[in-house]
Each structure stands twice: as C-alpha cells, then as structure tokens.
C-alpha cells in the first residue's frame, strides 16, 4: 500500500503482528528496510511511502499509524528550553528500536476497543511528544539481537501455538539457537523476556477476544494459553488492573 504522511502531522508507524517492508523515496531512488515488533518508522515531511507484506505470506500483517500534530511539538519545545530538538526532520529515520512506541500503538488500540474518550489520545500524544523530544538511546547497528527473519519466525511461533504451552526450548528451536543466547539476543532485539513478550501477546490477544467475540471469559483464557481460569484472572489483572469479565464489562456500548 501507499500512505502518504499528512503534512501537519509527524507519522509513527508501528507494527503490530508480522513483518512489515516501508520503502521510502530519497535523493538517490527508493530505498526498502525491514520492520518487525518493536520497531517504528518515523515520518514527517516526505511525500508518500511504500509498505510491503513479509514475503513468506504465511501470517496476516497488521500495522498501526499515529499521527501526532506538529504543533505539539512546537508547544512542548516551547514549555521546555532543555529540549534541543528544534526541527522535527532530526527525528524522522525509517527504522527505529522503539518498544515504548511500539506499544503505545497496541495500547491506543485497545483503548479505542474500551471506548476511551478523546482525552486519553491527547495524553497518549503529549507522551510521546516528549518521548520523542528527551534523548534516548536506539538500540545500535550491528547489536546481537535477533535479525528481523528469525524474529519473525518466533513470533509467528507464539502466535500459531498461542493456545498450547510454549517453552523457552520451543521458542530457542524456532530461533536455531540455544536458550542461553536466544534469551539474549531476544532481549536486545525487542527490550524484553521471551516470556514477556509471550505473556502480553496472550493479554492482547484475550483483550481482543473478549471485546468481539461471545465466548465465555474461561474459553478466551484457555484460547490464549493461560493454564486454567485463576492463572488468567491473576495475569489479566497484574497487566491490567481489572478482571477479564470487569475488562470485558468496560468495553460494552453504553
């Protein structure tokens, strides 16, 4: 598909489940690179971009725009002389490591499910106003973390065996390495456990679940992986801060 950013606005795309290819245009042509979970394009000013599916198909590719106005960032910078930022173009880059913005995406979504008033999205955007703004370290080239093909190929593991008990040995086989250094190129990869990345996949995706469909909560639990009720009901709520069934209560139309 083609997406052209709107002028006014500084574009995050993030994306959400499965590989993701943006190609953008420069000086010297069109140029391609590879995004997975926990990366972020960041666009303002260019005139339109090119994404592309993963190439092997084999899982649908779900993927989330934020579009932030520009003048929340001349406010912000303008609230706070510290910042050193002064033109947005610094900030734009095709691919970045970012995890918090990465989730904010999946955390906007599900709000928008609940039912969220439009202050919450103004809060979400003055966050990442300043997320962007303060200095933060991306991860660096050439890091040890996963490349993005056997990234893929674990999350599309996680995903396709949500319902069962996947271990730590499951996922390091997928990745063809051993526990020790896929725990670790994992970490450095996405900015966090193996474990819990697989346990907030199992969070969103009963999120989803009990907003659109009728299963019971017990169904959606077991769908997800999570052993029995109780392992549920305890997960959801440390993650959350409500039941299942209060969670699901909160998203009915008035």
């Not at 660096?140 to 599309?156: F, H, I, K």
Request: charged share 20%.
């Amino acid at each position: 598909m083609t997406y052209q950013p709107p002028r006014d606005r500084f574009t995050i795309v993030a994306p959400l489940r499965g590989l993701c290819q943006v190609e953008y245009p420069d000086g010297a042509g069109w140029h391609r690179t590879t995004l997975v979970s926990g990366d972020t394009s960041r666009l303002v000013g260019r005139s339109t971009v090119r994404l592309w599916r993963q190439p092997s198909g084999k899982q649908r590719v779900e993927v989330a725009f934020m579009a932030l106005p520009t003048r929340h960032f001349r406010y912000y910078v303008d609230e706070h002389p510290e910042v050193a930022v002064r033109d947005l173009s610094a900030l734009e880059t095709p691919r970045a490591f970012d995890p918090v913005a990465a989730a904010m995406a999946s955390a906007l979504l599900r709000a928008q499910d609940a039912g969220a008033s439009e202050h919450y999205a103004f809060s979400a955007a003055q966050y990442l106003t300043a997320h962007l703004l303060y200095p933060h370290h991306d991860l660096p080239p050439g890091a040890p973390g996963l490349s993005p093909e056997r990234l893929l190929a674990v999350t599309d593991y996680m995903h396709e065996h949500l319902a069962t008990h996947i271990t730590l040995e499951d996922m390091a086989k997928e990745a063809l390495l051993s526990r020790y250094h896929f725990l670790r190129q994992f970490a450095a990869a996405t900015g966090k456990t193996p474990v819990q990345y697989l346990t907030e996949l199992r969070v969103e995706t009963a999120c989803r679940l009990l907003t659109t469909s009728s299963e019971l909560v017990s169904q959606v639990g077991s769908r997800c992986g999570f052993p029995n009720p109780e392992n549920f009901a305890r997960v959801f709520r440390r993650h959350l801060g409500c039941s299942p069934l209060q969670y699901r209560q909160r998203s009915q139309p008035a």
